[in-house]
């Protein structure tokens, strides 16, 4: 009977949905990892320790990037609205958008950097479409890079690409990000907005432990004094 049982619910389709976004949360961590420990290469830190709110949409599938089509999910953690440092994971979908890519193309990983409480706000709303002056810009690569510079001192939001093995800033001007509560209901068990997840102090599920932990990483040095 206990077979049985376990049989079924390995086969149930909230159990397959359930360990889908447990490795697209793993998949994210992995992403964050890999891109700042590449040499020379990477987004400058000092960007990211500034950063209010910081999203990562692993692995975006070849075919896929058609304007009007769905082709990403991910997450999108913040920080600065309670005192414990990043906030757990909300997911997320982008959407549309005439990004730059090659429908054909590989898999591709993008990140983006909130850099102050308007992106933010924007970014934590059910729907937002990426545009505007000085909305959205490709961010710089490298490490050490200064993060002095007019793009990075002005847009909200900075955003980078990764496919076959490049690294490069990306502008994803047209995009529409959503959040997807479907998503957060399978991670936290009831369905959650956003904003309710990253302003509400919501405990990180197991699964985001792995990212939580490569977040902490880059958490501004006063944070990480007081641990």
């Known amino acids: 009977m206990r077979l049985l049982i376990t049989g079924l ?22 992403v964050l990892s890999e891109i700042m420990s590449s040499p020379g290469k990477g987004i ?8 209010h709110c910081i999203a990562i949409v692993p692995g975006m599938k ?24 990043w906030s757990a994971p909300a997911a997320i979908r982008i959407e549309g ?11 591709t990983d993008i990140v983006m950097l909130v850099m102050n409480d308007r992106g933010a706000n924007k970014l934590l709303s059910s729907k937002f479409t990426l545009g505007g002056e000085g909305e959205v810009a490709a961010g710089p690569v490298g490490r050490e890079t200064s993060a002095d510079t007019d793009v990075t001192l002005h847009a909200e939001i900075l ?3 990764r496919s076959r093995g490049a690294f490069a800033g990306v502008s994803l001007q047209g995009a529409t990000l959503r959040e997807d509560m479907d998503d957060n209901e399978e991670l936290y ?12 102090a919501v405990p990180p599920p197991p699964a985001a432990s792995r990212l939580m932990s490569e977040l902490r990483t880059y958490s501004p040095r006063e944070q990480r004094s007081a641990r």
């Open 189 to 200: 068990g009831r369905k959650l907005g956003n904003r309710e997840i990253i302003n509400g």
């Open 9 to 30: 619910l390995l086969a149930s389709p909230f159990f397959a949905s359930t360990k889908e976004v447990d490795h697209r949360l793993d998949a994210s961590a992995a």
């Open 44 to 51: 400058p830190e000092d960007l990211l320790r500034k950063a």
């Open 159 to 161: 955003s980078w690409s």
């Open 62 to 85: 070849e075919g896929a990037f058609i304007v009007g089509a769905k082709f990403g999910k991910g997450f999108v953690s913040c920080r600065g609205f309670h005192d414990a440092g």
């Open 97 to 107: 958008g005439s990004v730059g890519f090659q429908i054909g193309g590989s898999a």
